[in-house]
């Protein structure tokens, strides 16, 4: 299964809406679809598991939704600390990831 | 609390072997299965294998099934990952993770990360 994150990378300003796509090449369980999101220099930190549920202190304005092929995760403000790369995930396979760039 | 903390950087001639741990804390280090991901500098993520602390049991991704063991001590606490015949494309930095729930069958959701290891194979 490959994942493709179409978006290599947003320019987006502190206070839009992120809506980042993950796509399938195969209909996959949503059980182990996951987000992480990677800072410079930091390890990745689980955001979005089973494609909707927030990891523990996660904030709300983290969503995840999709499933079959289609995944999104949704930042509905970005904050300044949210400005980094996200990648998605299933089961064994990481897509190449999305960086949320500052306009 | 719940922490891993893994072992210094590398560096290493090509066609040696590098061995990285990591030591586990603040839970029961057998009810939770491991995986190590690697990043080379500037790319994605990228999947190894995992490690059932409980019985050791592996499963390695098949680019990595030759070249790779992962191994744990129990009565330390510690997961192993042992790459073998190095050459430049695996200078990255490789990371433990641990699964989110202590189940009999792994979810594949990494929630707890260790800080990562640098290692570079370099002649």
């Known amino acids: 299964i490959v994942l493709t994150q179409s978006a290599g990378t947003l320019s987006l300003s502190p206070g839009d809406r992120a809506t980042l796509s993950c796509r399938a090449s195969?209909?996959?369980?949503?059980?182990?679809l996951a987000w992480y999101q990677q800072k410079p220099g930091q390890a990745p930190r689980l955001l979005i598991y089973?494609?909707?549920s927030r990891a523990t202190g996660i904030p709300d304005r983290f969503s995840g939704s999709g499933s079959g092929t289609d995944f999104t995760l949704t930042i509905s403000r970005l904050e300044p600390e949210d400005f980094a790369v996200y990648y998605c995930?299933?089961?064994?396979?990481f897509g190449q990831g999305t960086k949320v760039e500052i306009k | 609390q719940v922490q891993l903390v893994q072992s210094g950087a590398e560096v290493k001639k090509p066609g040696a072997s590098v061995k990285v741990s990591c030591k586990a804390s603040g839970y029961t280090f057998s009810n939770y299965y491991m995986h190590w991901v690697r990043q080379a500098p500037g790319q994605g993520l990228e999947w190894m294998g995992i490690i059932n602390p409980s019985g050791g049991r592996t499963s390695y991704a098949q680019k990595f099934e030759a070249r790779v063991t992962m191994t744990r001590e129990t009565s330390t606490s510690i997961v192993y990952m042992e790459l073998s015949s190095l050459r430049s494309e695996d200078t990255a930095v490789y990371y433990c993770a641990r699964d989110q729930n202590g189940e009999a069958i792994s979810d594949y959701v990494m929630a707890v990360w260790g800080q990562g290891t640098t290692v570079t194979v370099s002649s």
């Open positions: 089973g494609a909707s």
């Open positions: 195969q209909s996959v369980s949503s059980s182990y």
């Open positions: 995930q299933h089961y064994r396979t």
